[in-house]
């Protein structure tokens, strides 16, 4: 039953511009890469995060970690959202702030455009969501959010962290931010990876 909803879903639910084969491909090509990355640069400030909230702020900050962990990975996928963005038609361009509502509640507006209830998005740029500007945006949503939720500044500070960084890591293997760290990190990580390293450097 699982099987016969999934081809459903992927047949008749999904809108007929959308290269679902190509999100697959990212989907394990970005999962490789957040792993190795996570191990090196995520876990030394979760050593960190956690040694600041037990001897300078005198609080437990599990329960922001964990979701901050959530956001980490949730915001390494977030960028590719922007596939559900018609790029064919430059006479028609949707607002910015129906793209950027796309950025923030992804999970709701895919639903709904899954349902068949949201029109589609319509930009003049490929890859609307895989810039700087974007990385920004998304840290400055994520640190109003921790404002909401927490009081103290070290767990306000802890989600706009750990989102930038995922979603930065993104960006990163598919060429997005070209600076000398983030070549020498992607150069450990693909030297024995020639079908990533080539598609990558087909993006940049």
């Given at each position: 039953?699982?099987?016969?909803?999934?081809?459903?879903?992927?047949?008749?639910?999904?809108?007929?511009?959308?290269?679902f084969q190509k999100i697959e491909e990212?989907?394990?090509?970005?999962?490789?890469?957040?792993?190795?990355?996570?191990?090196?640069?995520?876990?030394?400030?979760?050593?960190?995060?956690?040694?600041?909230?037990?001897?300078?702020?005198?609080?437990?900050?599990?329960?922001?970690?964990?979701?901050?962990?959530?956001?980490?990975?949730?915001?390494?996928?977030?960028?590719?959202?922007?596939?559900?963005?018609?790029?064919?038609?430059?006479?028609?361009?949707?607002?910015?702030?129906?793209?950027?509502?796309?950025?923030?509640?992804?999970?709701?507006?895919?639903?709904?455009?899954?349902?068949?209830?949201?029109?589609?998005?319509?930009?003049?740029?490929?890859?609307?969501?895989?810039?700087?500007?974007?990385?920004?945006?998304?840290?400055?949503?994520?640190?109003?959010?921790?404002?909401?939720?927490?009081?103290?500044?070290?767990?306000?500070?802890?989600?706009?962290?750990?989102?930038?960084?995922?979603?930065?890591?993104?960006?990163?293997?598919?060429?997005?931010?070209?600076?000398?760290?983030?070549?020498?990190?992607?150069?450990?990580?693909?030297?024995?990876?020639?079908?990533?390293?080539?598609?990558?450097?087909?993006?940049?």
């Open positions: 039953k699982l099987s016969i909803y999934w081809d459903e879903l992927i047949s008749k639910k999904i809108p007929s511009y959308v290269n990212e989907i394990k090509e970005h999962f490789g890469f957040l792993k190795w990355a996570f191990k090196r640069i995520g876990l030394p400030i979760v050593v960190a995060y956690i040694l600041a909230g037990i001897f300078l702020f005198k609080t437990n900050v599990l329960g922001s970690l964990v979701i901050a962990l959530i956001v980490f990975l949730y915001s390494n996928f977030l960028p590719d959202t922007d596939f559900l963005m018609k790029e064919k038609n430059s006479n028609i361009e949707s607002k910015w702030y129906e793209k950027y509502a796309l950025l923030f509640f992804a999970p709701v507006i895919i639903y709904y455009i899954l349902d068949g209830r949201k029109k589609p998005f319509y930009t003049k740029k490929g890859k609307f969501f895989h810039n700087y500007k974007t990385v920004l945006i998304w840290g400055i949503f994520l640190f109003i959010l921790g404002s909401i939720l927490w009081q103290e500044p070290i767990k306000m500070a802890i989600l706009p962290i750990f989102g930038m960084l995922g979603f930065s890591f993104h960006l990163i293997i598919d060429g997005r931010i070209n600076n000398v760290l983030s070549k020498k990190l992607v150069k450990h990580f693909l030297h024995n990876n020639s079908p990533i390293t080539s598609r990558r450097q087909a993006k940049v």
